[in-house]
């Protein structure tokens, strides 16, 4: 059974930082490399990637709008995948979801596996 859990979302203060955890079952980590997307307000049903793990080697990618601040990692052994989120502010306040593909992990059209999301706000 294919299943991701994303946690950890919370209330932060601006500055603050917050770690997300993705817990993934009936994916294997070296096969389905994961993604991590947020739905902002006012940005419609738009699912923005905010970082990528690749299933093959653990390389990982970033957008302008969040490199040097989030940073993603994953725990073999544990089938999780992280979401380390530093420097944060209002503008980082969305739902974040993880996904999972075997296609190109670095377009969101071929994320076929969701989770449910995890709420994050960002207060000033």
């Known amino acids: 059974q294919v299943r991701l859990v994303e946690s950890g979302g919370a209330l932060v203060e601006s500055g603050g930082s917050l770690r997300l955890s993705c817990a993934v079952s009936?994916?294997?980590?070296?096969?389905?490399?994961i993604g991590w997307f947020r739905q902002v307000p006012g940005k419609g049903n738009n699912y923005e990637g905010v970082?990528?793990?690749?299933?093959?080697?653990?390389?990982?990618y970033y957008p302008d709008s969040v490199k040097g601040r989030f940073a993603v990692s994953r725990d073999g052994a544990k089938n999780s995948v992280y979401l380390q989120m530093n420097a944060l502010t209002p503008a980082d306040t969305a739902v974040y979801y993880c996904?999972?593909?075997?296609?190109?992990?670095?377009?969101?059209?071929?994320?076929?596996?969701w989770g449910q999301g995890t709420q994050v706000t960002v207060s000033s």
């Open positions: 970082g990528c793990i690749r299933a093959s080697d653990g390389d990982t």
């Open positions: 009936g994916l294997p980590l070296d096969e389905y490399s």
């Open positions: 996904a999972a593909t075997n296609r190109n992990w670095l377009e969101g059209y071929d994320y076929n596996y």
